[in-house]
């Protein structure tokens, strides 16, 4: 299994940027329910490890930063859930 997505906040934001083409730090914060610093440290795990594009610009003279899922976190998620639907197909 993925190491990385092993994590609850990382796995809900990669499951929040799998239907959307770009989201915003505080709409994953939102929907994630943890604290600014706990979000930022995990998806700058994701965004070393490639699955997880970042973009900062700015909106109305304020700073936003946002983020999309790219090929390679699509396909490692993709990987992860196989590998667990076989865990359970073994446990039953």
């Known amino acids: 299994m993925d190491e990385l997505l092993l994590s ?11 239907t959307a083409e770009w989201v915003t730090f505080p709409a994953l914060l939102k929907s994630i329910g943890t604290t600014q610093g ?3 440290s995990h998806l700058a795990k994701l965004v070393e490890a490639g699955y997880v594009s970042e973009e900062k610009t700015f909106v109305d ?3 936003q930063t946002r983020y999309r899922l790219t090929p ?14 076989s865990l359970l197909q073994r446990a039953e």
């Open 8 to 18: 609850k906040i990382r796995l809900g934001a990669i499951a929040e940027l799998l």
């Open 38 to 40: 706990n979000l930022g």
């Open 61 to 63: 003279k304020r700073p």
């Open 72 to 85: 390679r976190g699509r396909e490692a998620f993709k990987k992860h859930v196989t590998e667990m639907q």
